[in-house]
């Protein structure tokens, strides 16, 4: 048994220093040619916080690059809690809500099996309502395993899915230079506890 702790003390150390490494890679330029990320949290200890550095590193790299980037997954990262969501969610998108175009090419957001709930969500919402996001964006993926613990607070309802409708209300009549505006043609909530007034919000909003 202490053989086993001490493995796998060891397997999270060396996944929070790859988190870290990523980060800085972004930051040196030496991943500006990738096109797709995609990272699950396999360390059911990992939280938001352990990859806040690879998240600060994508956001505050030269915008050269990410700007190739078009499929970023990053899944089971916030299993603690909303907050460890809320934490990754404003580390990702550049703390300030930058428009500085470092996004405009992501076609596929998966933040799949992370515990965002709906302040989360809306933490996302008002990055998209800003111009974080460019109009390659078409699929959104928020969805939950069946198997994650989850509380009423930390999974997605009524309020989350409110405020991203608006987002993408006001993004959707957006055109002209740059084409800015957003339209989704695929967002996955499975998992959610969305009940009947989320659901209510999403038929009308979409």
Not at 14 to 26: D, I, L, M, Y
Not at 183 to 188: D, G
Request: charged share 25%.
């Amino acid at each position: 048994f202490a053989q086993a702790k001490s493995w796998f003390s060891l397997a999270l150390a060396a996944a929070r220093r790859f988190t870290r490494e990523v980060g800085e890679s972004f930051q040196s330029g030496a991943l500006s040619a990738l096109e797709e990320l995609s990272l699950t949290n396999c360390a059911p200890d990992l939280t938001a916080e352990s990859t806040m550095d690879m998240a600060k590193g994508m956001a505050l790299a030269p915008v050269d690059s990410v700007r190739n980037l078009q499929v970023l997954r990053l899944r089971g990262y916030a299993l603690g809690g909303f907050e460890g969501g809320v934490a990754l969610l404003t580390a990702f998108t550049g703390m300030n809500s930058t428009q500085d175009g470092r996004w405009a090419g992501l076609r596929v957001l998966d933040l799949s099996d992370n515990l965002l709930g709906d302040i989360g969500v809306e933490r996302l919402s008002e990055s998209m309502a800003a111009g974080v996001f460019g109009s390659a964006l078409e699929e959104l993926d928020l969805s939950l395993n069946r198997h994650i613990r989850r509380s009423q607070q930390s999974t997605i309802g009524p309020a989350g899915i409110r405020a991203l409708v608006n987002a993408l209300q006001a993004r959707r009549g957006e055109d002209g230079e740059g084409a800015r505006g957003i339209r989704l043609k695929r967002l996955r909530l499975g998992g959610q506890y969305l009940r009947d007034d989320g659901v209510a919000e999403l038929v009308a909003g979409w």
